[in-house]
């Protein structure tokens, strides 16, 4: 029998340490309030909570490229240096979000959405609070982390949140607020620019990310059901970061940074040997990042090139416009005011269409007459004056094309892959989404300096032809049956995981 000491110290070992409670805490996931679990409305609350981080996240997408004259004003910048403010976040952003969404499968993803609005609410404050322009680029990588956990997670919470019969409709309620932060970000950015200054860009994420941080502590299910962690292709993840920076690196050396012409050379070879390196790993492994059979399915080829030129003609202008509108000597805070009308413009289409649009149209006809209209209203503007007249309602026009396209491209991607690889094929849609944001801010930077005095023309130039190759992969796309993917067992994405998961409502 054990005397009284051995009790004393195996009661004294039962009793966790402040420490390791502490710890338990970090990486627990609380459950939500019973008046909120058992109300009948009550997973609305969840939904919306998702939505402060799908506003926040394209409000901060929009509202950065109203801050890049300040930033040259302030920090003796060229524009090609400026523009990485944007595109460090966008790389990171893209690199992250596969890795994010796996890990928390795994972990929780509740825990690593909360710890995203964590990372990327201080990371705002730090942006805001940057001395240089080398240190602003640094945090607005670690605001991309926070980003991907975040945006990782959104989906699979809003489903796990919703009853099965109210999916559609919380799905378009969190698709509503991105169009929200992306219509109202030129207007916010500008005024605030022209009022408190560019620090305030990033200033006005902290009290959103912190009342949002206290709502999803509460508000949010847990993960009831997770998977184990699978082999994750880090080094394919090295190539395809290493591919797609050499190669934006480039882009900006061009646009006038201040280097040698060799070192264009170098990082567009560098980017052409990691892109092999990486095609060639992914045909090879077990389980590739990246399954290159999905590439054969012409619906999805010419899909995700057509999701790229359909993003890069969306961020192209909001480099562009602003810089337009202020050589007609307005003020920053007009060029935001006209520049919401583009995405104002796609938030209309993107939730209204189906209202307004026939109902036996194709996804492939809407695909190719937003791509017609996006078009159309580049011509326009490459025509014209670019005076604020023209400018506001080309723009709407520009936007309301796009919010035509974008989701019915989407769906036609979508549904070309199988669906025991619907988890790969979003991350395939995102993979594109960001490549094509971050390359509408480069190219838009390339050729206003390539081009001078005549820099914006050849701009919007560049951009209408961008928009005609999608409207040629639109008409192309679709063709065939998707085949089988049967090399084992299906990659899991946010949409799968959620889909398995019921949260703790």
Not at 150 to 174: C, D, F, H, I, Y
Not at 290 to 305: E, K, Q, Y
Request: glycine share 10%; net charge positive; with cysteine.
């Amino acid at each position: 029998m054990a005397g009284p000491a051995a009790v004393r110290s195996a009661e004294r070992s039962a009793v966790p340490s402040p420490g390791r409670r502490w710890t338990a805490l970090l990486v627990t996931e609380r459950q939500r309030p019973e008046c909120i679990r058992i109300r009948p409305g009550g997973w609305w609350l969840a939904v919306a909570t998702v939505c402060f981080g799908a506003f926040m996240g394209q409000l901060d997408a929009s509202i950065v490229t109203l801050t890049y004259d300040s930033l040259r004003a302030q920090f003796g910048a060229p524009l090609a240096a400026v523009e990485w403010v944007s595109l460090a976040y966008l790389l990171a952003l893209v690199a992250l979000l596969i890795p994010a969404g796996r890990l928390s499968d795994a972990h929780g993803r509740k825990l690593f959405y909360l710890y995203g609005f964590v990372v990327f609410t201080a990371a705002s404050a730090a942006c805001g609070l940057a001395p240089s322009l080398a240190a602003l680029v640094v945090f607005r990588v670690v605001q991309a982390c926070g980003a991907a956990m975040m945006q990782a997670n959104s989906v699979a919470l809003v489903t796990t949140s919703a009853p099965r019969e109210k999916m559609r409709a919380a799905l378009g309620v969190q698709a509503a607020a991105q169009a929200l932060g992306l219509a109202l970000g030129p207007t916010v950015g500008g005024a605030l620019v022209s009022t408190l200054g560019w620090r305030w860009v990033f200033g006005i994420n902290v009290p959103i990310g912190a009342v949002a941080l206290l709502a999803g502590h509460y508000l949010l299910p847990r993960t009831r059901h997770r998977c184990p962690a699978r082999r994750f292709d880090w080094a394919g993840l090295v190539l395809l970061a290493a591919a797609t920076t050499s190669l934006l690196l480039a882009v900006s050396a061009a646009s006038g940074l201040p280097v040698a012409g060799w070192v264009v050379a170098v990082l567009l070879t560098v980017a052409a040997g990691a892109t092999w390196a990486f095609a060639d790993r992914q045909r090879r492994i077990r389980h590739p990042l990246l399954d290159l059979r999905m590439l054969r399915i012409r619906a999805v080829s010419t899909g995700l090139f057509a999701a790229l030129c359909g993003y890069l003609v969306l961020f192209g202008p909001l480099v562009l416009v602003p810089i337009i509108v202020m050589l007609h000597g307005h003020t920053t805070l007009t060029a935001g005011s006209v520049l919401t009308a583009l995405p104002a413009g796609f938030a209309l289409a993107a939730v209204g269409a189906d209202r307004i649009m026939p109902s036996g149209m194709s996804d492939r006809a809407r695909c190719v007459t937003g791509a017609v209209l996006c078009s159309g209203a580049l011509a326009a503007l490459l025509a014209s004056s670019l005076s604020i007249p023209w400018l506001t309602p080309l723009l709407a026009l520009l936007g309301l094309g796009l919010g035509l396209f974008t989701p019915a491209n989407n769906a036609l991607i979508m549904g070309a892959i199988p669906a025991d690889s619907s988890g790969t094929g979003g991350g395939l849609v995102n993979m594109a989404r960001g490549l094509g944001t971050a390359l509408g801010v480069a190219l838009a930077a390339l050729t206003l300096y390539l081009g001078g005095p005549y820099g914006h023309r050849w701009a919007l130039f560049t951009l209408l032809l961008i928009s005609l190759l999608a409207a040629v992969a639109a008409w192309l796309g679709p063709g065939g049956r998707p085949p089988a993917m049967d090399s084992g067992p299906a990659p899991r994405g946010p949409v799968r995981a959620a889909a398995e998961a019921d949260g703790d409502r």
